[in-house]
């Protein structure tokens, strides 16, 4: 497993919290809770508060932060008629 933006995944660690995910990633608090709506929570379910991430997690994590375009604009919500 690599991680190479602003640190690297210890081994001998199994869980991560959303804070130490997000700064081993090099990413906000914001775009990490942005891509697991995106990716995890997609369903209609909510995100839980207070994440564990497991070291492939945040592999996983990193994967579709390059792939996810940066937003530069707020998306607005859809509408329901």
Do not use: C
């Amino acid at each position: 497993m690599t991680i190479q933006a602003s640190g690297t995944i210890q081994k001998d660690k199994d869980f991560y919290t959303e804070q130490e995910a997000a700064s081993l990633l090099g990413i906000s608090l914001a775009r990490l809770h942005l891509l697991l709506d995106k990716n995890v929570f997609n369903d209609g379910s909510s995100r839980p508060n207070n994440i564990h991430l497991t070291p492939s997690d945040v592999l996983l994590l990193q994967f579709w932060n390059r792939v996810l375009p940066r937003q530069k604009i707020v998306a607005m919500p859809k509408r329901h008629n």
